[in-house]
């Protein structure tokens, strides 16, 4: 990811409170107990094309059907432009060389990594897809929080504008969400954090109200396409667990939860 320029308002990390602590318990690992139907279809669908619409909508129709939460949250996966039709049929025509700018200007994924001219701090940052799957329309002020694996909470406080490629994008600590059944809006949020040596299992979405958001569980990232990475370089990518790429959904005894393929943990 290619940082022109970056402008923001940070304040250090802080825990939330006991509202990003229930959504968390929720929604934020994604670890509930699914219907037996919906979870074969989801873990079947994702396990096949972790990327196709086949695998979001599976992933989507098990919450619907659970009737509780208002919002479905998720990051979608980054794909490497050369795999996509436009590139294999002619890389060197016009759409490829737009599918590679589209590219590098949206960066997909939760990318960790420092921010060249800012400070110290390492900053996670991802684009968040919000969709109303509820039967009323959602109006209300949210923001983040991202947890790692031993429960330390750190918070949205990122607020400007970034610049990648050609494209600017606005991240907000407080974001007003207006939206009726099925509509969706895309979110830019950002977290400072000390370093990139912890473990992070998900993104809490936490509105002023008591609308509930599914959160986005975390999986660290070391299948599928990857960024390309340079050797040195301070970088970790995280994606959304539930599309079941570098993580596997186990169940023990009476839970379940995602658990990193390679790393086991």
Request: aromatic residues 8%; proline residues 4%; hydrophobic residues 30%.
């Amino acid at each position: 990811m290619v940082v022109s320029s970056f402008l923001l308002n940070g304040c250090s990390s802080s825990d939330n409170g006991s509202a990003a602590n229930a959504v968390q318990e929720n929604s934020g690992s994604n670890s509930g107990k699914k219907s037996d139907d919906l979870e074969e279809k989801w873990i079947a669908a994702c396990e096949k094309d972790y990327q196709s619409s086949e695998c979001y909508k599976a992933n989507e129709a098990d919450l619907i059907e659970e009737d509780f939460f208002s919002l479905f949250t998720r990051i979608d996966p980054y794909a490497n432009p050369e795999k996509s039709a436009e590139c294999t049929t002619d890389p060197k025509g016009v759409s490829c060389q737009a599918t590679r700018l589209l590219s590098d200007a949206y960066p997909k994924d939760l990318i960790c990594q420092k921010v060249p001219g800012i400070g110290p701090s390492f900053y996670c940052l991802a684009e968040v897809v919000i969709k109303n799957i509820s039967k009323n329309p959602v109006d209300d002020y949210f923001t983040a929080t991202l947890t790692d694996d031993e429960g330390t909470v750190f918070a949205n406080d990122v607020e400007g504008t970034l610049t990648t490629g050609y494209v600017d994008a606005e991240y907000t600590k407080d974001t007003k969400i207006e939206l009726n059944p099925g509509q969706i809006k895309i979110v830019h949020w950002g977290f400072s954090i000390p370093d990139i040596n912890r473990v992070f299992r998900s993104i809490n979405v936490v509105s002023r109200g008591d609308v509930l958001a599914n959160g986005v569980p975390l999986c660290k990232k070391n299948s599928g396409d990857q960024l390309k990475l340079n050797e040195g370089d301070e970088i970790a990518i995280y994606e959304d667990a539930s599309l079941l790429n570098s993580c596997k959904y186990v169940h023990r005894n009476d839970s379940a939860r995602f658990i990193n393929r390679l790393t086991g943990s």
